[in-house]
């Protein structure tokens, strides 16, 4: 048996390594691969998603990445399995070649060469949901947090006074011992610990906050060569720069999306199985009517609870599922029927249509209400449907059911639910009998106020996916499918899509027993409720003015006061925020230096208060130029930097060159025309903000040094202006 995201490996992951680069090694490091074909390297049992057992395979992010670097160099690499601390023990006592998984820091570096880190991971602060609110890190004072031992920060967290920490060997028993109250917090990164919630549906478990240290921000996963083996450090880390963007996205698709976007478990498929998934387009049929269940939206696509689920199953699978659009739900049991789908979404097991469909086992039950006009009576039994025109929709599995039932009840079929619902509200049908999900959603968006939900009968829809009776092999898969799903992405789509819950009916007993006793709660606090009425105005308007006083000084603090541009301060928050996020998401962005030219004459000839006016004039025109993505501010002076986020060189290129035309093109009032120089830097991986803006700024000081007018950039070429430079200025 293998697992699926195994062979996925294959198809998907090394579908580029036939054409792998070529890395260049010298005749050392060649001669050492001969000589040293085998390397040891210590690797963890636990550490999802980078190195796990899946059954008893040991699979993840950090195995396919020594499998690339294998490939490329020849290497074999011989693994060394056990908990961080034996591992990391046995790397500093000279005992394994390799370790994966080690954080940079400098107290390590006298038993460890780093190579660059393969990935980042926030470090994150869990705690159970009885914790309280979470303030930082003093919340922490006094309470027992749980860590791992030998990991990178412990360090920094025993020098944080009134904290008790406490240290284990394995994430497991640190993670279990937090659900059950022997810590009251643990530390450590997102990916492993979501998983573990998520295995071992831990539900008392929230995520506090990211750990903010002085020395430490994400988890740097680096690989550790001992340092008496440079040539070998050498190799892995040339192999790791031969690895393209694009393998290093499959990987990270492959595993983070794993763990990140998928609620069920993998699943384990036979050889049979994982053709079948590589050579079928799976076409399936839907009740193009039955919102919120399933249905199609204005633009024909597929929406409802079961595209939630197939878009699940298309993420686990990586099938290819096709939709085939019908009218309505007898058109699909047609089709069903006709082999012109292979399968139905949501469909109810019947003895009928078990002679030529096959079921998976029912994983969404939901009760049968009927639906009146708001003055019909409640419904306590079905039986007091007698003698009324009751709507149900054509082709439902409960027409049969309910007439062999109830056969004195006068079930009328209609073409679904609008026609059930329309003829009760125009008194051609006393009730309409659907799910109520179905219900209680066309009440919402339909029938407010017009109609009510009676009451619920003892029948429940029970919901399975069915399958044509030839294809036994689908069937078993989607077993598997529904076997893993989990209660948590049940509860998701159950609360984005089911709206109401049905009326019952009235116990006037217990009504007049609650009249009494709310009109003596009313006499006791009727007295209190004028006072509190004043107070609560006097309370409101301290309210509104505290939160009018709280944005005016938030404004204060992010707000350049002469361009009402973004300060100084706020900028560089922003520019952080960019590089963390394009090193989480491997996204880049641009960061632009705009300078105005000899703005220095300006204050000479016009005075600094004209000086004043053309920056808020050249303010006002450059925050209309951008994009709304963009961040702008002033840097100082007459210089600004706008941040352009999810852009490369083209892209910032292009903007700049516009708004350094629309600048020179614009008249400023007194002074007349103006130009500026623009400098350009776009971000790198292994970058920071002082790398960024010192580029920029390099930049800058070329396109000055070329002539002024001009947009520039250190770390691409920058095309042939296509503007006359000006080399005066209009004052």
């Known amino acids: 048996m293998k697992l699926l995201f195994i062979c996925l490996l294959y198809i998907s992951g090394f579908s580029t390594a036939i054409a792998a680069p070529e890395i260049e090694l010298t005749e050392s490091e060649q001669a050492y691969i001969i000589e040293n074909p085998v390397i040891n390297v210590g690797v963890m049992p ?80 869990f705690v159970r949901d009885d914790f309280g609110d979470y303030l930082g890190i003093k919340s922490l004072y006094g309470k027992k947090v749980g860590v791992l031992k030998d990991v990178f920060y412990v360090k920094e967290i025993e020098k944080i006074k009134g904290i008790e920490i406490v240290y284990y060997d394995n994430y497991e028993e640190l993670t279990k011992d937090l659900v059950f109250g022997k810590v009251d917090a ?70 983070m999306g794993s763990i990140k976007e998928y609620s069920g478990e993998h699943i384990e498929l036979t050889d049979m199985e994982l053709a079948y998934l590589d050579s079928h387009i799976i076409k399936y049929c839907i009740n193009p009517n039955g919102l919120p269940l399933e249905g199609f939206d204005e633009k024909g696509q597929h929406i409802g609870m079961s595209s939630d689920y197939y878009s699940l199953f298309k993420n686990i699978l990586g099938a290819k599922f096709q939709i085939v659009k019908t009218q309505d739900w007898n058109q699909s049991m047609n089709y069903i029927q006709q082999k012109k789908c292979d399968m139905l979404a949501f469909s109810m097991e019947t003895l009928e249509r078990k002679e030529y469909l096959n079921f998976t086992s029912n994983f969404i039950e939901v009760p049968l209400v009927v639906a009146t006009r708001v003055d019909g009576p409640f419904i ?100 598997k499918i529904v076997n893993n799903l989990s209660n948590h992405f049940h509860r998701e789509v159950f609360n984005k899509w089911i709206p109401v819950k049905y009326e019952k009916g009235i116990n006037y007993s217990l009504v007049w027993k609650v009249v009494l006793v709310a009109l003596f709660v009313l006499i006791i606090i009727s007295y209190w409720n004028r006072k509190v009425i004043k107070a609560n105005g006097l309370l409101k308007e301290a309210q509104q003015d505290i939160e009018k006083k709280n944005r005016e000084l938030e404004k204060l603090a992010t707000t350049d006061k002469l361009t009402s541009l973004y300060n100084r301060r706020k900028i560089d928050e922003l520019l952080q925020i960019e590089v963390n996020r394009s090193k989480r998401f491997n996204h880049t962005f641009g960061v632009v230096i705009l ?118 950039s250190c770390d691409f070429n920058t095309p042939t202006a296509t503007v006359d430079q000006l080399e005066t200025h209009a004052l």
């Open 186 to 255: 643990l530390i450590q990164n997102l990916t492993n610990i979501n998983y573990l919630i998520k295995k071992n549906v831990y539900k008392n478990l929230k995520l506090a906050s990211e750990l903010v240290l002085p020395n430490t921000k994400n988890e740097d996963l680096r690989f550790g060569v001992q340092p008496d083996k440079v040539l070998l450090s050498s190799i892995i880390q040339k192999s790791l720069n031969s690895i393209s963007n694009k393998e290093k996205e499959s990987l990270i698709d492959k595993w």
């Open 46 to 125: 636990d550490f999802t998603p980078f190195s796990y057992y899946i059954e008893n395979t040991l699979v993840g992010f950090e195995h396919d990445l020594l499998a690339l670097v294998s490939e490329r160099t020849g290497l074999k690499f011989e693994l060394k399995i056990d908990k961080w601390t034996t591992i990391y023990n046995s790397f500093k006592n000279k005992e394994i070649d390799m370790i994966s998984s080690i954080s940079y820091k400098k107290f390590r570096e006298p038993f460890t060469v780093f190579t660059s880190a393969y990935y980042e991971i926030p470090i994150m602060i």
């Open 380 to 479: 306590n039994n079905i039986l007091d449907l007698e003698g009324h025109r009751i709507g149900i929709t054509r082709g439902d599995a409960f027409v049969k059911i309910l007439r062999q039932k109830y056969p004195s009840l006068d079930l009328v079929e209609v073409n679904g639910v609008y026609d059930g619902l329309d003829g009760v509200k125009d008194g051609d049908l006393f009730g309409y009998i659907d799910t109520l999900v179905s219900i209680g959603y066309e009440f919402q968006n339909r029938y407010f106020g017009e109609l009510k939900i009676a009451g619920k009968i003892s029948e429940e829809l029970k919901l399975s996916m069915a399958v044509v009776k030839e294809d036994e092999v689908l069937l078993n898969i989607l077993q």
């Open 595 to 712: 300078d105005l030219d000899y703005f220095k004459k300006v204050n000479d000839d016009f005075g600094h208060q004209v000086g004043d006016k053309v920056l808020k004039e050249l303010s006002t025109l450059l925050a209309a130029k951008i994009r709304k993505t963009d961040f702008i501010g002033r840097f100082g002076g007459e210089e600004f930097l706008i941040i352009c986020p999810e852009s490369d060189d083209v892209s910032t290129y292009e903007l700049m060159e516009m708004i350094r035309v629309t600048v020179s093109d614009h008249r400023f009032t007194t002074v007349g025309t103006l130009t500026a120089s623009m400098g350009i830097s776009i971000f790198k991986p292994g970058d920071d903000i002082d790398g960024l803006i010192k580029r920029a700024d390099t930049a800058l000081y070329k396109a000055k040094g070329e002539g002024r007018n001009r947009v520039e």
